[in-house]
């Protein structure tokens, strides 16, 4: 490959957007966290065979927070895969691999 089909603009971006893309998705998995521990301790906590029973209270405002909080995490973590895998052919790299869960 000689110096003129290099395409240094699109090397140079899908470096700075692989970078974002691994921050981002470490942010969306301490999201995806902080939701589990929060749904685990509903499971943990109370006990309807006590005397008295022990309900726990839902806070929908504080899951609703958190699964917002992922909405807007993913979606940006989306993005710069989807503007990644728009350089990366330019770039000689191979596109980020998205796997639907069922």
Known sequence: MSDKQINYE???RCKVLLDKIKVQH???SK?????RAVIYSLHQKG?????PPEVVVFDTESLTFL???IGRTDS???????EYNNWCHEA?????KLIEVE
């Open 31 to 35: 999201a995806i966290n902080e939701l």
């Open 67 to 69: 699964v917002d909080k």
């Open 92 to 96: 000689g790299e191979k596109p980020v």
């Open 26 to 28: 470490l942010e969306r």
């Open 10 to 12: 699109a090397i140079g």
């Open 76 to 82: 940006d973590l989306m993005r710069a895969v989807s």
């Open 47 to 51: 006990n309807i065979n006590h005397v």
